[in-house]
């Protein structure tokens, strides 16, 4: 500023004391108190974008950015001699900037037998352990994860949804359950499927996102409050009330954490329903594909069953308990069926030399929290010429080249992003309309 203009400043000052300028200085911050609150409040209205390439714009949720997802490490579990499939996931990882830590796996053979776990019949079982090495994400993971971070924190939470927000209750809306005795997940009880599953759209949660979080407990959610985040898998049960009179369910049950289901509509990243299968020996599709609108995406707590522990998240609450159950107190069967189990409520039925869980004791005292999300977030790719390892759920193995539920899948687009594709030029492996 020059001196003289310097001089007609203070002279326009001297002219006009600053208290007159008082209403013009109301106006100023009322406009900035006014711009805070359309940011911070109307600002929230999308705070879900309706583009699913689109990440959210939310302080709390910016370390799913970072290169472990938001969680402190992810391990991967690698057989020492599957060095291609080591080979596969370094390369997706590195293309999706994500840091992995691989775990040499071990198979039944080595583990001396004093080592495992009750019952006796688990020497047969373990030694069919296998590598988790052939998991697949689509490229938007983060984004995929962002959303499920909000609904994690909601169906963690130890506050009551419906006091803290009590109009919340007007907008639960009822889908018909469409899992029969058949098609339900048969490692726990078919017989109590509810008739009804109570939702709400992720969206109308949103007040209760902030109230959810506080600072350092990581963007998902109190750690405290969940055991396993189950973000893979190849099917999951609809959740269920474990206190509900099977009587009762022909009514709508009461809404509860346990049976909550949120709905985040019109998700590009979830194909239609008939794309939404677990495996090529599936017949019809995921109920999810019946009970809900196309490409809707679903989040609740794995209280109806779940299987293959393709990729979750533990807590240290989660990890004890884990240990505990599986390594201490013991378990019969495959593992990714009776951490299932464990999910919703059961524990393992160790045969008939063991006693039976007593059932009253059971409903009162077990409260796990598994959360999960349908489709899932990280699936089963089936490899180019490769026979898995693993047997497949209807019987034979799997011999497809795909990656199930997802369809920007890293796996399946590697050639054109090592590339350099964009985003936008990749595949979609499970497109809306007819080949
Ligand atoms: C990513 O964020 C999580 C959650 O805040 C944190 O624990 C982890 O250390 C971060 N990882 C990196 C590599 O910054």
């Not at 402190?72 to 579990?77: D, S």
């Not at 691989?102 to 688990?122: H, L, M, R, W």
Request: hydrophobic share 30%; with cysteine; net charge neutral.
């Amino acid at each position: 500023m020059s001196p003289k203009g310097g001089a007609a400043f203070e002279a326009a000052k001297r002219k006009r004391p600053w208290y007159y300028s008082r209403p013009r200085l109301l106006a100023t911050c009322l406009l900035f108190v006014g711009l805070w609150t359309w940011l911070n409040i109307g600002g929230n209205e999308i705070l879900i974008p309706e583009s699913s390439f689109e990440y959210l714009k939310d302080e709390s949720l910016r370390d799913i950015l970072n290169t472990t997802l938001g969680f402190q490490k992810i391990f991967v579990l690698n057989l020492p001699f599957r060095t291609d499939r080591r080979d596969a996931m370094s390369l997706s990882a590195a293309i999706s900037n994500i840091k992995l830590e691989f775990v040499d796996g071990v198979t039944g053979a080595s583990i001396n037998q004093k080592a495992y776990p009750p019952p006796e019949e688990n020497i047969k079982h373990l030694a069919g352990i296998r590598g988790k090495d052939d998991v697949d994400w689509d490229i938007r993971v983060r984004q995929n994860l962002q959303r499920f971070a909000f609904a994690s924190r909601v169906l963690s939470s130890s506050h009551d949804l419906f006091a803290t927000s009590p109009n919340l209750k007007s907008h639960v809306e009822y889908q018909s359950n469409t899992e029969t005795e058949d098609t339900a997940f048969q490692i726990i009880d078919t017989k109590n499927l509810p008739k009804t599953l109570p939702s709400l759209p992720l969206s109308s949660t949103r007040s209760t996102f902030s109230q959810q979080y506080n600072k350092g407990e990581g963007p998902y959610g109190d750690p405290t409050k969940w055991d396993i985040l189950w973000l893979g898998h190849c099917g999951a049960g609809m959740p269920r009330d474990p206190q509900a009179h099977p009587t009762s369910l022909k009514h709508h049950t009461p809404v509860s954490p346990s049976n909550l289901i949120l709905t985040n509509l019109n998700d590009d990243t979830v194909p239609v329903g008939r794309h939404i299968k677990a495996h090529p020996f599936q017949g019809g599709p995921d109920a999810l594909a019946t009970a809900f609108p196309p490409h809707t995406r679903i989040y609740h707590r794995s209280t109806g069953g779940e299987l293959c522990t393709v990729g979750y998240a533990v807590s240290q609450r989660g990890a004890r308990r884990l240990l505990h159950q599986f390594g201490i107190k013991g378990w019969n069967g495959i593992f990714d069926s009776e951490m299932g189990r464990w999910c919703a409520g059961e524990d393992p039925d160790m045969g008939p030399s063991y006693a039976k869980p007593d059932p009253v004791k059971k409903k009162k005292q077990k409260e796990r929290v598994c959360v999960t999300s349908q489709p899932p977030i990280f699936a089963h790719h089936h490899p180019m010429q490769g026979e898995s390892d693993i047997g497949g759920l209807g019987g034979g193995y799997a011999r497809k080249y795909e990656t199930k539920y997802l369809r920007y899948s890293v796996r399946m687009n590697l050639e054109r992003l090592v590339q350099g594709k964009g985003e936008r030029e990749l595949e979609d492996q499970w497109p809306d309309e007819e080949e």
